[in-house]
């Protein structure tokens, strides 16, 4: 079974700093892809950025960098220059291929900037 | 634009009643997929649909009830043989591959009320 854990309920950041949500997974499957997503307090989820397991770059998306650790199984994702409009929940999530594909959440974790 | 639409954006019912809550897309998306989400907690799966006329249980399926006779409909219903329907309800769509790149793309939600 596929499981992803996210330690940080919720975390205060300043405006224009950096901040790193933290992000463990396990699974035993070696094709499997990890996901960020925003969600404001509107209710939508917004995709962030992708990173494969196969994949040898770190991925980059404007100020969202994922820092994917493999042998540690992290995917901590660092957003870079916090702007106010940054603050809101943020879930990892993971696809495995073997289990169809299906996307597995983690519970969240909440960010505030501080300006 | 393409979009997935979700209605309405808030329902409330008596306990005891089925409803029905409405996802469309105009993605052209062959996967569709439910989540469940309670406050403060992450998304959980409750069905989802690869192709036309055919859908899988997800982590969390007692109790709602899905069909998927086109490719731009999943709509989701929640059976009275739900414990704790009051939730906010999530569609998303997605390219259906073999690999595990594609992200979800969801709707604004539903929050539904069951008193």
Not at chain 1, 23 to 38: A, E, N, P, R
Not at chain 2, 48 to 54: E, G, K, L, P, T
Request: with cysteine; glycine share 8%; charged share 20%.
């Amino acid at each position: 079974a596929q499981k992803i854990t996210q330690t940080q309920p919720g975390m205060f950041v300043q405006e224009k700093e950096a901040v790193t949500l933290d992000c463990t997974y396990d699974t035993s499957d070696q094709s499997y892809g990890l996901f960020w997503y925003k969600q404001p307090s509107s209710g939508e989820m917004i995709f962030l950025i992708y990173q494969g397991s196969y994949d040898e770059q770190n991925a980059t998306e404007g100020r969202y960098s994922l820092n994917f650790q493999k042998a540690r199984k992290s995917a901590n994702l660092v957003i870079s220059a916090s702007q106010l409009g940054d603050s809101a929940m943020y879930f990892c999530a993971m696809r495995v291929r073997a289990a169809g594909n299906k996307l597995t959440f983690g519970g969240g974790t909440r960010v505030l900037v501080k300006p | 634009d393409g979009g997935i639409t979700q209605s309405p954006k808030y329902l409330f019912r008596k306990e005891g009643q089925n409803v029905t809550l409405s996802c469309e897309q105009n993605l052209n998306h062959d996967a569709m997929y439910w989540y469940r989400q309670d406050p403060g907690q992450g998304l959980r799966l409750i069905y989802y649909s690869q192709i036309v006329n055919d859908f899988q249980k997800g982590d969390i399926a007692e109790g709602y009830s899905v069909s998927r006779e086109k490719k731009e409909s999943f709509p989701l219903t929640v059976t009275s043989a739900q414990k704790n329907p009051t939730a906010f309800y999530l569609c998303a769509s997605s390219i259906w591959d073999r690999g595990t790149r594609s992200p979800l793309h969801f709707g604004n939600g539903t929050r539904l009320t069951v008193t």
